[in-house]
T-cell receptor, first 114, second 112 residues
Framework: AQSVTQPDIHITVSEGASLELRCNYS??????LFWYVQSPGQGLQLLLK??????LVQGIKGFEAEFKRSQSSFNLRKPSVHWSDAAEYFC????????????FGTGTQLKVEL | DAEITQSPRHKITETGRQVTLACHQT?????MFWYRQDLGHGLRLIHY???????NKGEVSDGYSVSRSNTEDLPLTLESAASSQTSVYFC???????????FGNGTRLTVT
């Protein structure tokens, strides 16, 4: 069965500092990988996705993620965090092996200190 | 712009009552999903549909049902609400297998 682990429940960074959110997945075939962001009281918004090709993918709001098959990881990064980035971030895995159902991680809550 | 509308946004009900949460989309997507979001669990899939008259169980389907009579709507019914079903429920749509999900803004359900 497919699964996603986000080991960090909460992360606090200072505005302007770099950010890395960790995501490890388990999937029996070639995965489709996603990062979503959720602001309070809102639904989830797609930040970026990986299906194939270049393992470094760029997303919206200055985010990027790198797919590392050998480590089963898809970590999210941002060089300089803005106060408006404070939100909850979810990693998700899916693909043809599991149909088009996505399995989500438990989320990482990001706090940004001014 | 296309959108997903979930209603109501908030609902309080009593244990044992039947409750239906609505999801209406104007994306014209075939694939629709219901997730519940709980602290410490992230989002878990309840039911999903790949088209009209198609419904499938997700990982936490017990106590829930869905029906798909048209492309636009996938209502989620709690047959007999339980306190364990207090949660935030999200509807999502998808155009095809390799497309991302589009989410509604959620329904917060409290079962007392």
């Amino acid at each position: 069965a497919q699964s996603v682990t986000q080991p960090d429940i909460h992360i606090t960074v200072s505005e302007g500092a770099s950010l890395e959110l960790r995501c490890n997945y388990s999937y029996g075939a070639t995965p489709y990988l996603f990062w979503y962001v959720q602001s309070p009281g809102q639904g989830l918004q797609l930040l970026l996705k990986y299906f194939s090709g270049d393992t470094l993918v760029q997303g919206i709001k200055g985010f990027e993620a790198e797919f590392k098959r050998s480590q089963s990881s898809f970590n999210l990064r941002k060089p300089s965090v803005h106060w408006s980035d404070a939100a909850e971030y979810f990693c998700a895995v899916g693909g043809t092996g599991g149909g088009n159902k996505l399995t989500f991680g438990t989320g990482t809550q990001l706090k940004v200190e001014l | 712009d296309a959108e997903i509308t979930q209603s109501p946004r908030h609902k309080i009900t009593e244990t044992g009552r039947q409750v239906t949460l609505a999801c209406h989309q104007t994306w014209n997507h075939n694939n629709m999903f219901w997730y519940r979001q709980d602290l410490g669990h992230g989002l878990r899939l309840i039911h999903y549909s790949y088209g009209v008259q198609d419904t499938n169980k997700g990982e936490v389907s017990d106590g829930y049902s869905v029906s798909r009579s048209n492309t636009e709507d996938l209502p989620l019914t709690l047959e007999s609400a339980a306190s364990s079903q207090t949660s935030v429920y999200f509807c999502a749509t998808q155009s095809r297998r390799d497309s991302p999900l589009h989410f509604g803004n959620g329904t917060r359900l409290t079962v007392t």
